[in-house]
């Protein structure tokens, strides 16, 4: 079954950074690659918001502290200068493509800030 | 701007059905599929399938075949899910949600919670 794996939770005092990762196990990209990655930010009660597509780029308005990267099969988001605000869910999805066009999300990793 | 606007929350009995709308706004309705995005308490979200505004054509995701339906009415630029047959496990926040850049989901309704108890 198709998966993408996160930790369950990182944290980190205000002003570092912090990184999490997201695995794709047995997905079949076909001709598209793990090159659809996408990150969501979600605050308990809000709608979720995306903070980077295309697995490192920024939508407007997103600040330039938080950044996407790839390396083979595994995605990470790094939030650097780590504010108060940001404490919240970070979800990764990934477009799978092939024939079904279909999308899977992580579960999800919980951001503390000490 | 573009907004996706959702009914409001629904309380139903197991067994009965729901239909949930995502009314779209700002943009042309039939240049952006929409997606359907379920997320169960404690959960992640899940993605459910979506519908190409232009033909009618649905996908959906493993474990959201048979009780659940997509459909449009493109002359209020409107998106419905309906789920029948509702058990408790389906309790959970319904998001419409729709694409802006490439692979993703940039606009989101605000969400409708149903909730299916006896």
Known sequence: ?114 | QVQLVQSESELKKPGASVKVSCKASGYTFTNYAINWVRQAPGQGPEWMGWIDTNTGKTTFAQGFTGRFLFSLDTSVSTAYLQISSLKAEDSAVYYCARGGYSYDFHYWGQGTLVTVSS
């Open chain 1, 1 to 114: 079954q198709s998966a993408l794996s996160q930790p369950r939770s990182v944290s980190g005092s205000p002003g570092q950074s912090v990184t999490i990762s997201c695995t794709a196990t047995h997905i079949d990209f076909g001709g598209y690659g793990y090159d659809y990655v996408s990150w969501y930010q979600h605050h308990s009660g809000k709608v979720p918001k995306l903070m980077i597509y295309d697995v490192n780029k920024r939508p407007s308005g997103v600040p330039d502290r938080f950044s996407g990267s790839k390396s083979g099969n595994t995605a990470s988001l790094t939030i650097s200068g780590l504010q108060a605000e940001d404490e919240a869910v970070y979800y990764c999805c990934s477009f799978e493509g092939r024939n079904t066009f279909a999308y899977v999300f992580g579960g999800g990793t919980k951001v503390t800030v000490l």
